[in-house]
């Protein structure tokens, strides 16, 4: 989802990634004859985001990568740019209760993410001394931090050599090596294999790859769509090769909104953001007129730690 800090003016790989006498099973493309492509053409056509710039630094890496997941770059800019403007460290945010996360998160979606960036931003003032660690195995400790978003933040804010699947660089994986058009709906064991396989031995060109192939996936090898005429990799794609047969695995799941628990949740957050003192059961029971449902939604949001209920039938975004 997101890139190197450093300018994506760096020379391409040298011959060592581009090799194309590489051995291959028929029908795929051998492996490093995809990076250097791949990574000139990111090198020419990267968007120009501010995650992606030197002085976004490894904070600014990972406020993205929490915010940008399954949330398009459009919702995220604006937000990101505030959160930033206002917490350029992550002492700075650590000092402010959580509810302050979930408020200035906005209808980014899924707000849960904010109080887990919450959490890693006080583990990283209490065990790192306010710097984001360098080392990987200390990033996936942090709360909140899973495999894709500490492989993330060493890839794209320290140059370092890990495997990053998100679901774009899964698809374009999918597609150029194995032939088939859409992933599994899961990431598994296989995918991860061949993703470490794919890696550039060179740290540097390794993180380039795991950019250039994500924002291939955003913008040319799209779920719906693709612009294959675009791709910098259409002659070596295994799954352009075979004709692009469609999908035969399990239906791709597809998400909903209106009517869900999920659209409840959103009502009551944006109650509860707007809102400077507590609020009252009877306002947030305006927000929606099936009231079992509403009420799911509601004990919901407390379980979570979004909202935190109090005596006489108030409640708040978190303090604690």
């Known amino acids: 989802m997101t890139a190197p800090t450093t300018p994506s003016t760096a020379p391409a790989p040298t011959d060592d990634t581009t090799d194309e006498s590489t051995d291959a099973p028929a ?3 051998p492996e490093g004859a ?3 492509p791949v990574i000139a053409w990111f090198d020419e056509h990267a968007r120009d985001l501010p995650w992606r710039r030197p002085e976004a630094g490894p904070w600014g890496v990972m406020v993205s990568e929490f915010m940008l997941q399954q949330t398009p770059v459009g919702r995220v800019l604006p937000v990101y740019e505030q959160w930033l403007a206002r917490w350029p ?3 700075d945010l650590a000092k402010e209760p959580p509810g302050e996360a979930v408020r200035a998160w906005g209808r980014l979606g899924y707000p849960r993410r904010a109080l887990r960036l919450h959490g890693a931003a006080v583990a990283i003032t209490e065990r790192h001394g306010g710097d984001v660690p360098t080392v990987h195995a200390q990033l996936l400790a942090l709360p909140g931090i899973g495999e894709y978003t500490a492989a993330a933040v060493a890839s794209f804010a320290y140059g370092q050599r890990h495997p990053v699947l998100d ?3 899964r698809r374009v994986i999918a597609r ?9 709906n899961a990431t598994t064991a296989a995918e991860r294999k061949l993703a470490r396989e794919l890696l550039p031995e060179d740290e540097r060109t390794a993180s380039r790859w795991a950019a250039a192939s994500m924002e291939l996936g955003a913008l040319v090898c799209t779920a719906k769509n693709e612009t294959c ?3 910098p990799i259409a002659s070596r794609c295994a799954w352009q090769l ?5 999908h035969e695995g399990p239906p791709r799941r597809g998400q909903t909104y209106a009517g869900t628990d999920r659209q409840v949740r959103g009502r009551l957050l944006s109650v509860l953001r ?4 507590p609020v009252p059961q009877s306002v947030l029971d305006r927000v929606w007129d099936e009231p079992v449902q509403r009420a799911r939604a509601l004990d919901g949001l407390v379980s979570d730690g979004l909202v935190e209920p109090l005596p006489g039938g108030l409640y708040r975004l978190p303090l604690t």
């Open 229 to 231: 005429h675009r791709c």
């Open 89 to 91: 460290r992550p002492a």
């Open 27 to 29: 029908g795929q493309a």
């Open 176 to 184: 150029a090596v194995t032939g088939v058009q859409y992933p599994p």
């Open 34 to 36: 995809l990076h250097g």
């Open 242 to 246: 075979a004709g692009k047969p469609e």
């Open 167 to 169: 679901t774009n660089v």
């Open 274 to 277: 707007e809102a400077v003192t």
